[in-house]
Each structure stands twice: as C-alpha cells, then as structure tokens.
C-alpha cells in the first residue's frame, strides 16, 4: 500500500490528470493506429496502453515495482492499475479492460454519484455526523462526503478486499482521516443509524455475474437490497442517495416501481428521476437487453422525517 500510495503522490506532484470515459470509449479510441502504445504518463495510467522500457521516469517504474502493478511481458509492460481524476483528487482503479472478479471499477457513473452525494451534504440544514458508502470501490462517495464533513465519521463498506485496498490509498492521497474501510455485505457488518447513506451498485444485468457489475437477474435486485437495509437504517433527517440504472422497457421503468413497492409504508419522503435517460447503449445489442429500448441511469433519494438537532436537544434537554 505505501508504495501504491506514493505513486499516486508522484503522479500527482507531476501533474497528472485524467477523466475516466465508458468502456465503449475506451475501446474506440484505443483501437485508433496512433494509439497503439503509450507515450507518456497518461497512456499508461489513464488509457492503459501497452509501453516500453523508456516511457516512464525510473522512480516511477520502481514505485510500480514494489507495488506490484508492472506487468512486464518482454518490452511490451502494462500498468495494472489506473489513476482518475475527480474534485480534485485522484483514485487508483483497476486497469481497462476489467475483466476480474476482484476488478474496482470507476467511470462517469462514479462522477454522477459522487456529485450526487456532495449536493446532498451541501443542501443539508443539520450536519452529518455518521455516514457510510455502500459497495464503496475506490471510496469515492465516502471521501467525497468526508471532504464536505470532516467531524463526521464516514464508514466505506465492501465485499471486495482490494477495493477497501484502494479506497485506504484514495483516502489518503486526499488527505481524509475519518473514512473507516469496511469488509462488510451491504451493512451487514456496520452497526447504528447513518445520517447519510450513499451508493452507486452495481446495475448492469451480466451474464458473466463479475461482481463489480452484475445487479440481479433484472439488473436492479442488488439496489433493492440496498433499500432495504437502508431504510431502517436511517436516522432522523437521515438519507438515502442512490445512484442506479435500469432498464426501460416499453416506456415503464421496472425498478421505479420496485422501489416503489419496497419503499411503501416507510414513511420516507422519497425522490427519483433520470440523470441520463440513455446510456451505454451497445448493451442493447445483446441478449441480456433485448426487452429494454433503452438504459437509463436514475437517482433516488429517500429521507427520513424529523431532525438529528431536533432528537439531540429532545434527550439531553439541560
């Protein structure tokens, strides 16, 4: 971890930026002749480009080394690892293509989230003192929020070890000291009520069921799931911001009235609309969509009645 640590201190003393796009994206424009190798820091890092021996600074390849991310294949090496820009910080995330079962994925939908999670934290009329993002992968909600809330403790909780690896180092290299790595399924190994609770799960419906990106047989039951341990999770003036997709089939949205089902009797006042009614449309080529005209990334936001000031004074009214 140190060694990944400052590697990400070296990329950032140097400079270095880069947005991360869609799979798709990253396809296309790697597949371009003139991008067949990398040339410089962002080839490597950001576009995952097979490079030589003479591309990078030499303390940048033994930082490379003693992390265990070079792959060296004669004098075609690759970066296992890549580095995104986002609020100004960076994040370390799995190299493209992510194709293992441990991958850490991180790509528009994280920036969405993130951005989500933020406005939430800012819109707020009472502070958040306990947080946690569920299925965390690089912790960017988490650090996001503990950026905005640096007296709040702020859980960041995963199944997956080398996310809660990769969240440490990204919590780190952004200078937060209250985001708590947690092996936990959903919150099942956290305790108590959240003033806040924020997640990006995976929604994509996969054949191949990799963890980072399969939501359920439809797409949506691992948000549902979410929902459900959510709710009753939350405090007074505690919620819930929930960044998924779903399929659209025949104009319906099924996981709106799924949730809709889960929610009902809650008591929460709850909010829900399209960020982008059409995305990563390739997938509507294959068989797992062949119902759906389109995929839709949606937010839903549920809120909790009363306040934690409120609650606070009720119980210490000295």
Known sequence: MNALLQLGKELKAAGYRFTTVTPATHERVNRRAENARARDLHGVFGWSRPFGPDVLPERIVELMDAAGVLDRRGDEWHSLVR??????????????PTEAEDSVFFGPDTYRMADAASARVESRESPVRRAVDIGTGTG??????????PEAEVFAVDINDRALEYTAVNAALAGVGNVRPVHSDLLSDVDGTFDLVVTNPP?????????????GTNGYELSLRIIDQAAPRLAPGGELVLFTGTGIVDGHDPFREAAAEHLAGSGLTVGYREVDPDVYGEELDGPAYAHAERIAVVLLTARAEGSADILEQRQNPG
């Open 140 to 149: 960017a909600g988490a650090i996001a929020v503990a950026k905005r809330c």
């Open 83 to 96: 580095f995104s820009s986002y609020d100004g910080e960076l994040f370390v995330h799995s190299a493209f």
């Open 203 to 215: 929604f994509m419906i996969d054949p191949a069921g990799r963890a980072y990106r399969d939501g």
